[in-house]
Structure formats: C-alpha cells, structure tokens
C-alpha cells in the first residue's frame, strides 16, 4: 500500500522560505517521477513542480525560480525547497507520483505565508 507523508510547512511571512518533504513507502519511488502538488481554500489542486525517476525537473511558472524540487533515492523522500515566498503560495501542499497521481493521497502539509 502506498503512504506518502508531507513534513515541513508552517507559518512564514513573504520573502522567507520553507522546505517540505515527502516521505514515499509501498512503492519504488526511485522509479517513478514524482510531483508536488497544492491546493489553496476553493481552488483545484494544481501540480507546482516535478521531478523525473532521472532528476529532470519541471516547474509552473508561478513559482520558477523560486522553488526547487529535489530527490533522495536511497531515503525515499522527495523535497522541495521554497524561497522567496509569497501570499499567493499559500495552500496545502502534497506530493503524489506523477503525471499520474495514486488515488490515496497524504494528508498534505500546510503552507501560510503572511504578513
């Protein structure tokens, strides 16, 4: 069964950072691309950066240059390191695979960013 856990948000003011993890068990993850994904109060869950099994990444332009995805193979844990933070940031954010998200999500790790 998979389990992804979400650790490291909090509450930040803008231009601080934050960096979250993602830990994976039930699955090989060093062989799957993986994502985070956030979700903010009454908008849809939106992928904010992927990382390839090979450590190509991607990210949406809201964050680029901001925000770096990274992974640890032989942890099982996916990061993503989040700098000059922003209001607009705020959200739950989750990890999951990716392009294709398993069905059974974590309970995802809050993210407030405010003055």
């Known amino acids: 069964q998979v389990q992804l856990v979400e650790s490291g948000g909090g509450l930040v003011q803008p231009g601080e950072s934050l960096r979250l993890s993602c830990a994976a068990s039930?699955?090989?993850?060093?062989?799957?691309?993986m994502g985070w994904y956030r979700q903010a109060p009454g908008k849809q869950r939106e992928l904010v950066a992927a990382i390839s099994a090979g450590g190509s990444t991607n990210y949406a332009d809201s964050v680029k240059g901001r925000f770096t995805i990274s992974r640890d193979n032989a942890k099982k844990t996916v990061y993503l390191q989040m700098n000059s933070l922003k209001p607009e940031d705020t959200a739950v954010y989750y990890c999951?695979?990716?392009?294709?998200?398993?069905?059974?999500w974590g309970q995802g790790t809050q993210v407030t960013v405010s003055s």
């Open positions: 039930g699955i090989i993850s060093s062989i799957y691309a």
């Open positions: 999951n695979a990716w392009p294709t998200p398993y069905d059974n």
